[in-house]
Each structure stands twice: as structure tokens, then as C-alpha cells.
């Protein structure tokens, strides 16, 4: 960025990445533009909002690691922070989540990752059959064990990007529903180029498309590839009488994990598929069906609640399985990419690192 000061960034992508990394840049007072024909309507609006740093990682995505409880720890100020300067609420919610195991094979499988994620340095904590009835009275009582995960946290995603889109609006970030198709270099500057409204111009441009493809004229800056993991999520509503968990619950039932994600108003989100099959957004039967079946063994009450949705979304997903996050070879354009199964917690830390690189930018 060599020692232009950075007065305008145009930010493409307003997802919870994209909009999280505004936020904080207009924040410190940058004038920021935020483009996306359908802001928070991506992977973010598809999403449960757990926010799990005690995820197992596979060998080689270690540094994701540290990533996640970095992140975990900017979340309370975060939170607060958008609330307020939305003035609404985001619903994020301390609890701490439980994780079972429906079958005997599931319980050695949870028990097998309890170890892992101790020698990861994270807090788990078994608990008994009491403990569990005491704390989540709404599971079935033949689950064979149990753990508690005091790190996991959630939020509402949905109310998140609502809020981040408010709060945006009330710092003065203007918000073009628009899809960027060109970007281009320019000795002075960046020229985005939309495909209704024009061009728009700024000194820097961030982008945090999700999992599209990439905008012609950032070919050759050396972007890493990603690909789109499609995923479903359940939410069902509240009937009134039925008891749902007070906290996230993280099940492994025959073998295939599910989760579910209760909400303050009664409803849960239940989460959620994973299907390598291109950028083609469609919810199959056979997912919501084994979604339902894997969720009802957990918690019995699944099947008294209404079904009000199955929402679709394509998780960003680089090679390594890690987000990107930093500038390119011209280092006007920088990239917030590759969230994949974590871009809501992951959110804060990706628009701290941003903000960071745009001051020392500014600074140079
Ligand atoms: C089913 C499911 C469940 C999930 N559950 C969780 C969870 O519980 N916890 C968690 O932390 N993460 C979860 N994730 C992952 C998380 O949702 C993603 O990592 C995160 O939403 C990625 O955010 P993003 O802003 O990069 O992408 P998106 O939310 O997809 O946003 C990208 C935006 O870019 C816009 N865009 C793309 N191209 C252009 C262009 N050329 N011009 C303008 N705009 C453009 C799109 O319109 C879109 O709005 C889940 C994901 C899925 C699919």
C-alpha cells in the first residue's frame, strides 16, 4: 500500500465476514463502503451460530486452534459492542455446551474426543446421569454419556447481521445491493465495478465474498481457491409447553455428529449437513431426514415442535481448511476468506486482523 494513507475501503461481501470487518473499520473512523445485492442472506443466514472454539481439528490445521479461542475472547466485547451500536440485541449467550453420545459406539467415539481436546489445553468436564438431568432436563435419559463444554458460547446469527447491518447504517457505511463484478488496478486508486449502480471508488478494497467464485481482475493476485461446502440447518418453532435445552447440545448419534442450538424465544436451530456438491443451494430430503432422526434420539421433544425451516447456505472452504486473511500482491486489495465451519466466531478475529493491516497501512 506503499505510504498512501487508506481514507476509503470498499468492502465486497457483506457477510458476517464482510460486514464484521466493516464495522470495525468504520469504527475508527474510515469511510467504508459495504457491497452485496443481499446482505447477511450468504452462509451467514444459513448458519446455527454456535460458537464452538473446542472443535477437533485434523492434523495440519492446528493453527486453527488458537484462531478459535482468539476469537471466543473478542466475542463478549463484540457483542456488546454491535448491540450497542445497533440498539439491538444479538442474543449471545455464555452457557457452555454439552456434548453425548447416543449409542455405546458413540460414547467411546465422544470419550476418544474429550481426550483430544484435553490435550488441546480445553476445558471439559464429565457429567453424571444426575448432572445431566439436572442441567438438561429435555434430553432423553438413555443417552450413555456426557461432557460439559464450559468455552462453547452462541449467538443468533440472524439477529447478528440484522444488527451488524444497522450498526453500519448508524456509523454512515454506505450499503450498495449490488454484485461487484470488476476490480481494477489503477495507479490512484481502485475501481470497483458493479453491475446496476457504476463504479465505485477507494483506496483499498477487502474481499469477503464467502464461497463464489472470483471477480474478474483479482485473477492474477494470487487469491487461494475456494470451494463451497454446502450445508443444511434445521429451525424449528416453539410450542408452548415443550421444553427445549438451555444450552447448545453436540451430539454424536450412529455415528454422524448433529447439533442443536436453542434460541431465547423456544425455537432451536438443529445443524447441520455437510455436502461437497458444487455451488448448487438446494436442501435434499435425505439431509433433513437424517437431521430430524439424529435429533429426535438426542432430545424426544424434536417431534412436538413446529418444522418451520431448512435453510440452505455454501460454507467458504480453502484447501488447508483455513481462512485467509491478509493482503494480496497488490496490497490495495486484501482478502478475509475461508471461514468455512467457523465464520461466525471466527468473525471478530477476521475483522480485528483487517483493521490492523489498514492502520499500519495508514501509518506507513
Ligand atoms: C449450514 C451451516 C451451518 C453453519 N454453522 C455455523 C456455526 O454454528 N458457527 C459458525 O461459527 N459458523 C457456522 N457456519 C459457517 C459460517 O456460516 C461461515 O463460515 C460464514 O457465514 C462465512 O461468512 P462469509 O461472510 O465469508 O460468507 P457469506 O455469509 O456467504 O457472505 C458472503 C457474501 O458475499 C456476497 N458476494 C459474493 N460475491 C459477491 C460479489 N461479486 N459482489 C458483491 N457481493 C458478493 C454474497 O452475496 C454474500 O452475502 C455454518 C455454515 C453453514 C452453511
Redesign the pocket.
Known amino acids: 500500500m506503499g505510504s498512501t494513507r487508506v481514507e476509503s475501503v470498499g468492502v465486497?461481501?457483506?457477510?458476517?465476514?464482510?460486514m464484521s470487518i466493516a464495522f470495525e473499520l468504520a469504527s475508527e473512523g474510515i469511510d467504508v463502503v459495504v457491497?452485496?445485492?443481499?446482505?447477511?442472506?450468504?452462509?451467514?443466514?444459513?448458519?446455527?451460530?454456535?460458537?464452538?472454539p473446542a472443535s477437533e481439528v485434523a492434523p495440519g490445521e492446528e493453527r486453527l486452534l488458537q484462531d478459535l479461542a482468539d476469537a471466543a475472547a473478542l466475542w463478549p466485547s463484540f457483542a456488546a459492542r454491535v448491540g450497542e451500536a445497533s440498539g439491538s440485541v444479538v442474543e449471545y449467550r455464555q452457557t457452555g455446551s454439552v456434548l453425548v453420545g447416543a449409542t455405546p459406539s458413540d460414547a467411546r467415539d465422544v470419550t476418544r474426543t474429550v481426550k483430544s481436546l484435553r490435550s488441546a489445553g480445553i476445558v471439559v468436564e464429565q457429567l453424571d446421569g444426575d448432572e445431566l438431568a439436572e442441567r438438561e432436563p429435555s434430553l432423553a435419559a438413555s443417552l450413555r454419556s456426557a461432557w460439559l463444554l464450559p468455552g462453547d458460547h452462541s449467538v443468533d446469527?440472524r439477529r447478528l447481521v440484522a444488527a451488524l447491518l444497522e450498526a453500519l447504517k448508524a456509523l454512515g457505511v454506505r450499503i450498495i445491493e449490488?454484485?461487484?463484478?470488476r476490480v481494477d488496478l489503477e495507479p490512484r486508486g481502485l475501481r470497483l465495478g458493479l453491475e446496476r449502480v457504476g463504479d465505485v471508488r477507494c483506496d483499498v478494497c477487502v474481499l469477503?465474498?464467502?464461497?463464489?467464485s472470483p471477480?474478474a481482475g483479482t485473477e492474477a493476485l494470487g487469491l487461494p481457491v475456494v470451494r463451497p461446502v454446502?450445508?443444511?440447518?434445521l429451525r424449528l418453532g416453539a410450542v408452548e409447553g415443550i421444553a427445549i435445552p438451555k444450552g447448545p447440545i453436540r451430539a454424536l448419534v450412529n455415528s454422524a455428529a448433529c447439533y442443536l442450538?436453542p434460541r431465547e424465544d423456544g425455537s432451536i436451530v438443529i445443524?447441520?449437513?455437510s455436502e461437497e456438491q458444487g455451488h448448487r443451494a438446494i436442501a435434499l430430503a435425505g439431509g433433513v431426514h437424517r437431521l430430524l432422526d439424529a435429533a429426535r434420539l438426542v432430545f424426544p421433544g424434536v417431534d412436538e415442535l413446529s418444522f418451520d425451516e431448512a435453510?440452505?447456505?455454501?460454507?467458504?472452504a480453502t484447501t488447508d481448511h483455513l481462512p485467509f486473511v491478509g493482503a494480496l500482491r497488490d496490497e490495495r486489495v486484501i482478502a478475509?476468506?475461508g471461514?468455512?465451519?467457523?465464520?461466525?466466531?471466527?468473525a471478530p478475529l477476521a475483522a480485528a486482523t483487517i483493521a490492523t493491516i489498514v492502520r499500519r497501512a495508514s501509518c506507513a
Do not use: E, F, K, Q
Open positions: 465486497v461481501g457483506g457477510g458476517v465476514i464482510g457491497i452485496d445485492p443481499a446482505p447477511g442472506h450468504g452462509a451467514s443466514w444459513a448458519a446455527a451460530g454456535m460458537l464452538a446469527n449490488d454484485r461487484c463484478s469477503a465474498t464467502g464461497a463464489t471477480i454446502r450445508g443444511v440447518t442450538v445443524g447441520a449437513t435453510s440452505v447456505g455454501l460454507r467458504p478475509a476468506v471461514h468455512y465451519r467457523n465464520g461466525v466466531l471466527l
